[in-house]
T-cell receptor, first 114, second 111 residues
Framework: GENVEQHPSTLSVQEGDSAVIKCTYS??????FPWYKQELGKRPQLIID?????GEKKDQRIAVTLNKTAKHFSLHITETQPEDSAVYFC?????????????FGTGTRLQVFP | DGGITQSPKYLFRKEGQNVTLSCEQN?????MYWYRQDPGQGLRLIYY???????QKGDIAEGYSVSREKKESFPLTVTSAQKNPTAFYLC??????????FGAGTRLSVL
C-alpha cells in the first residue's frame, strides 16, 4: 500500500541553526503535501503545504521543496528558535482525484537548544 | 480552536466496555476523519466520512465503529473488540479543499 517515510526521527539543533526534515512517498499520483507541527499534548497544526505544480514554497523562516520525479519533499527551517521545538509530520495525499485522504509520516521530534 | 471540538479530553475504559468519543465541528465541512496516534507511529486513519450518512474504513478500522447522522457530528466508538485502545485520538475535518483541521484530541486509557 501507499506509505510515507520520514527522516530523521529526532533532530537536535542549536538556536539559530537550520533544520531539514525529509520525506519520501510511494503514490506517484499524490499531488498535495502538507506539513504539520504538533506541540506536546496539542493538536497538529498546518504550518506549510505544497502542491505538485510547484517546486518550492516559502513562508518566512519555513520552506518546503518538492521533487516529484524522485517522490521526495523536504521541510527547511532557518534561524531556528526554541519555540520551534515540537514534532513535525509530513503527509501526502492519496490519489490524484481525491485530495481528501492523507498518509502521514511517523514524525520528527525537533529540539532547539538555546 | 478551529471550530472542531473533541470530548472528553481524557477517557478511561474498563475491559469489555465500549466507549464513545465525540467530535463536533461548526465549520460546515463535509469531510471528517478519525486518526489514532501512538508514540513514534504518526497518525493512522481509522475511519473517514465525506458526506452525511456515508463513511469508509481507513487503515486500522478493526475494533472501531462510527456514524455520521449529522454533518457537524462524527462520533467514534471504541468497542471491546479493540484489544489495545490506549492512544491519543484525533478528529479532523476538511471543507472541500486540501487542508485538514484537527481537534484537540482525546486521550484514551485502559483501567
Amino acid at each position: 500500500g501507499e506509505n510515507v517515510e520520514q527522516h530523521p526521527s529526532t533532530l537536535s539543533v542549536q538556536e539559530g541553526d537550520s533544520a531539514v526534515i525529509k520525506c519520501t512517498y510511494s503514490d506517484s499520483a499524490s499531488n498535495y503535501f502538507p506539513w504539520y507541527k504538533q506541540e506536546l499534548g496539542k493538536r497538529p497544526q498546518l504550518i506549510i503545504d505544497i502542491r505538485s505544480n510547484v517546486g518550492e514554497k516559502k513562508d518566512q523562516r519555513i520552506a518546503v521543496t518538492l521533487n516529484k520525479t524522485a517522490k521526495h519533499f523536504s521541510l527547511h527551517i532557518t534561524e531556528t528558535q526554541p519555540e520551534d521545538s515540537a514534532v513535525y509530520f509530513c503527509a501526502a495525499s492519496i490519489g490524484s482525484y481525491n485530495t481528501d485522504k492523507l498518509i502521514f509520516g511517523t514524525g520528527t521530534r525537533l529540539q532547539v537548544f538555546p | 480552536d478551529g471550530g472542531i471540538t473533541q470530548s472528553p479530553k481524557y477517557l478511561f475504559r474498563k475491559e469489555g466496555q465500549n466507549v464513545t468519543l465525540s467530535c463536533e465541528q461548526n465549520l460546515n465541512h463535509d469531510a471528517m476523519y478519525w486518526y489514532r496516534q501512538d508514540p513514534g507511529q504518526g497518525l493512522r486513519l481509522i475511519y473517514y466520512s465525506q458526506i452525511v450518512n456515508d463513511f469508509q474504513k481507513g487503515d486500522i478500522a478493526e475494533g472501531y465503529s462510527v456514524s455520521r447522522e449529522k454533518k457537524e457530528s462524527f462520533p467514534l466508538t471504541v468497542t471491546s473488540a479493540q484489544k489495545n485502545p490506549t492512544a491519543f485520538y484525533l478528529c479532523a475535518s476538511n471543507g472541500g479543499g486540501d487542508i485538514q483541521y484537527f481537534g484537540a484530541g482525546t486521550r484514551l486509557s485502559v483501567l
